[in-house]
Structure formats: structure tokens, C-alpha cells
């Protein structure tokens, strides 16, 4: 029996991984990484669109295990078909206000955590709304900790903008990115320009 030895080469497993990407044409999710003002973000997507964006802090191979599990095994880094998605976080993070509408996928979101999510979607660039004032515009509008429980487990932060959720008091709240990016997304959003 022979062992065959993966090969070293940078420049030869970039062409493997080029001719794999190109004829991989049947996966459950495909993904890519982004630089950003607030850390690595990792995309993910089916063929409807956008379905998972991830935090560095969260684990980056983990929240791939968990798509594998929820999603399906077939996950590929393919970075070329995500550009439109990456091109829309440099606008966003650029200051558009009415950056260009990504497709998304949101079967990662259940019932009234789906319905929150749609709520969400409405809430304009640079505003803020409580909680309370979000759960009001569900069906269930006493429902103020399962907001916080759908915002908390979004799982299309900044694209699903969650981080314009706040406390009632004004305070920021929890984010999945962690508050002090909560901050910063928020003063993107009121400025025009991240703090340092």
C-alpha cells in the first residue's frame, strides 16, 4: 500500500483549491473571510443568499461545525462568490446609508425569532429603537426578553442590524460582537466614520 504525501507547495494547493472551488457546483454552504474595521467576520452562504455572519470572537470553526450540523456537511471556502456580499460590508463600513440589498438566507431562524428578525430588517440606518419598542411591533409585543433572545442569536448581524437594538434606559445592551463593537457600529451610523 502507498501513502501519497499532501503536497507543500503555496502555489500548487492554490491552484487545487482553485480547480475545487470551480467545479464544486454542489454545496450547502460556501464561505469567505473579510477584514473589517470591527475584526475578522466570517460570510457564509447558500445558493438563496447570505446565511450566517460570524465574529471572530465566536469561533470561527465552530460557527462552521454548526452550520455543517444545521445546514449541511458540504461547506467550501469560495471566496470569489462571495464579492458582492464582501463589497457590501467595505460599503457599509464606508458609511453607505442605503448600501446595496444582499440576498439572505434566514432558515437559521425560527418562528418568532424569525418574525423579530423581520422587524429588525425596518429599522433605518443610524436609528435606534428600545427593545420594548421593537417587541411592540410583534405579535407578541410584551415579549421584551425573547427580543432580546432573537437579537442576541442573530444570525446575520450587520446585515439583520440588531446592533440598533437598546436598552430602554439608552444604554447599548449585548451584542454578539461584544458592546464596544456595538458602540462603534453605532457611531458609524450616527457620524459617518468609526471611532478609533
Known amino acids: 500500500m502507498t501513502l501519497l504525501t499532501p ?6 494547493l492554490t491552484r487545487l483549491h482553485e480547480r475545487l472551488e470551480s467545479r464544486a457546483t454542489e454545496l450547502d454552504v460556501h464561505y469567505r473571510t473579510v477584514d473589517s474595521p470591527v475584526g475578522t467576520l466570517l460570510i457564509a452562504a447558500t445558493e438563496v443568499g447570505v446565511a450566517r455572519v460570524a465574529f471572530e470572537r465566536e469561533g470561527l470553526e465552530a460557527v462552521l461545525q454548526s452550520l455543517a450540523d444545521r445546514i449541511g456537511p458540504r461547506i467550501l471556502r469560495t471566496p470569489a462568490r462571495l464579492d458582492d456580499a464582501a463589497r457590501w460590508f467595505d460599503a457599509y463600513f464606508a458609511g453607505a446609508h442605503d448600501a446595496f440589498g444582499l440576498p439572505v438566507d434566514t432558515r437559521l431562524a425560527r418562528g418568532f425569532r424569525l418574525e423579530v428578525l423581520g422587524r429588525l430588517r425596518a429599522v433605518p440606518y443610524g436609528e435606534r429603537v428600545s427593545y420594548a419598542a421593537l417587541a411592540a411591533r410583534t405579535s407578541s409585543p410584551n415579549a421584551v426578553r425573547a427580543v432580546g433572545t432573537a437579537c442576541a442569536t442573530n444570525p446575520l448581524p ?9 436598552r430602554s434606559d439608552g444604554t447599548v445592551g449585548a451584542y454578539l460582537g461584544g458592546p464596544e463593537t456595538k458602540v462603534r457600529l453605532l457611531a458609524l451610523e450616527s457620524t459617518g466614520s468609526l471611532p478609533g
Open 158 to 166: 450587520l446585515v439583520i442590524p440588531c446592533h440598533r437594538v437598546t
Open 7 to 12: 503536497p507543500t507547495d503555496p502555489a500548487l
